[in-house]
């Protein structure tokens, strides 16, 4: 499996400012994905990432709020952008495993919390 | 549309006794695959099992096997012998090919020692 890793791995902000999370891949992958997952709820997609590409959003995420940068095959990062106590979520990313891709790793996830 | 449901919020299991969590899923779909995720405080969600639909057999990873019933929509996972690290969230999920997870709410374990 990959070996992924996110920074950072918690943080507390303030309202109306923005937050860049970082995460790293030890290999080379063609896809990776942003994930919410709201305080005792479940993941919900934010968007899909390719590399050399704009990234696909899901509905009721815009580039806007969560603006994704995809630079290369091993590194993307997601700003949480004009904070509020709404955005106090974890954020995970993820790949899709090279020898099954319609498989998952996660990475270690960053806890958000907005005040 | 598919969806995933996991009907148990909560379960608690002795420890080294066996615990069944339940995962049913609705698609029109042939061709799937589907998942237990584990997700311990720590938060970090990790892979514990997967199947295939087009295989007959039930997955199995040591301690962990599932229960698949592709005609019932049934996607059980039995975990043997529990251990107290296996006290977590965990998370049934599905997918087809080239679209995006679905994933439960989730069943909370506890371990009791």
């Known amino acids: 499996s990959a070996v992924i890793s996110q920074k950072p791995s918690r943080d507390i902000c303030q309202r109306g400012t923005s937050l860049t999370i970082q995460c790293q891949v030890d290999s080379q992958v063609t896809m990776m994905f942003w994930y919410r997952q709201q305080p005792g709820q479940s993941l919900t997609l934010i968007a899909t990432?390719?590399?050399?590409?704009?990234?696909?959003?899901e509905s009721g995420f815009v580039i806007d709020k969560f603006p994704i940068s995809r630079p290369n095959l091993t590194f993307s990062t997601l700003t949480v952008s004009n904070m509020s106590p709404e955005d106090s979520s974890i954020y995970l990313c993820?790949?899709?495993?090279?020898?099954?891709?319609?498989?998952?790793?996660f990475g270690p996830g960053t806890r958000l919390l907005v005040l | 549309a598919q969806t995933v449901t996991q009907s148990q919020p909560e379960m608690s299991v002795q420890e080294a006794e066996t615990v069944t969590l339940s995962c049913t899923y609705d698609t029109s779909e042939s061709d799937y695959y589907l998942f237990w995720y584990k997700q311990p405080p720590s938060r970090q969600m990790i892979l514990v099992i997967r199947q295939e639909a087009y295989k007959q057999q039930n997955a199995t990873e040591n301690r962990f096997s599932v229960n698949f019933q592709k005609a019932a929509k049934s996607f059980s996972l039995k975990i043997s012998d529990s251990q107290l690290g296996d006290a977590a969230m965990y998370f049934c999920a599905y997918r087809i090919r080239d679209d995006k997870i679905i994933f439960g709410k989730g069943t909370r374990l506890h371990i009791l020692p």
């Open positions: 990432a390719n590399q050399g590409s704009e990234a696909t959003y």
């Open positions: 993820s790949v899709e495993a090279r020898e099954y891709q319609e498989t998952q790793y």
